[in-house]
């Protein structure tokens, strides 16, 4: 069995959740909070977007290649929007579709992981770095302070198909230049989870030619996410509150099952 467990225990003692099972997992962004920027003919989304109601859609270049899920009304007095910069200008025709579900479970998703106990601690990260995954049964819990790489700096997760790794981060992340987020030894970027913890604030993703690797939650309330930069690339997923994409692709990787999360 290749299942990574990710249990903790509520009130009502442990109750497991499968994120394999979980309908999130389909997801390529989901915008939960306030906007939903998309600029730069580099930016775009290969997969399933969602957006919470409420949100503010701004976009001007860039495109989604999958379905376009909107909880309609959206703030700024759009209830209903026929067209939207699809991929290749392809327009994509917006799906009416109750998020509550979806914002419910990516909140269990992050509330789950801020409570896990860390097997590693690391502080402010700024400079090249790997983390080697450690744990027996492939559950990898790392808690950093901040991450914060320029020029060429590399952070790698060196682990195997077997390791799930998640990591909270206390305060921000940003990676830009032409640094990169990768793995090594065989570790998939599906089994990466990256949680801003409540107290953080901003997921900056600014290189140039960049590769991300993994899920990232920016759930909590000011959380947000900016994928600047040019010509990156990222494997994986974002979950947040606000997100602007000014030059970064998003190739959604759906979860690598299974991990369980309760």
Not at 23 to 37: H, K, T
Not at 43 to 57: D, I, P
Not at 149 to 156: E, M, N, P, R
Request: charged fraction near 10%.
């Amino acid at each position: 069995d290749d299942r990574a467990d990710i249990g903790i225990a509520d009130n009502d003692g442990p109750v497991v959740w499968d994120v394999c099972e979980s309908p999130i997992q389909s997801y390529a962004l989901v915008a939960l909070g306030n906007l939903f920027r998309m600029a730069n003919g580099d930016s775009g989304v290969n997969g399933t977007v969602g957006v919470e109601a409420g949100v503010v859609l701004d976009f001007s270049s860039g495109g989604i290649s999958g379905p376009f899920h909107v909880d309609f009304p959206l703030t700024g007095g759009l209830g209903s929007v026929d067209t939207l910069p699809g991929a290749g200008g392809v327009p994509v025709t917006p799906i009416d579709v109750d998020m509550t579900l979806i914002a419910n479970e990516i909140a269990r998703l992050a509330n789950g992981a801020t409570q896990l106990a860390p097997t590693q601690t690391f502080g402010v990260i700024n400079n090249p770095t790997t983390i080697n995954a450690t744990e027996p049964d492939g559950q990898n819990v790392i808690l950093v302070q901040s991450i914060n790489l320029s020029g060429g700096d590399v952070l790698t997760l060196s682990g195997t198909a077997d390791d799930f790794f998640v990591i909270n981060v206390e305060e921000d992340i940003r990676i830009g230049a032409t640094s990169q987020f990768v793995t090594s030894g065989g570790l998939l970027p599906s089994r990466i989870f990256v949680n801003m913890l409540p107290g953080a604030t901003e997921l900056r993703l600014s290189g140039q030619g960049t590769t991300y690797n993994g899920t990232f939650l920016a759930a909590y309330p000011g959380n947000f996410v900016t994928g600047s930069g040019g010509n990156s690339v990222l494997n994986g997923a974002i979950f947040a509150n606000d997100v602007s994409l000014t030059g970064t692709l998003i190739n959604h990787t759906s979860f690598g099952c299974g991990a369980d999360v309760s």
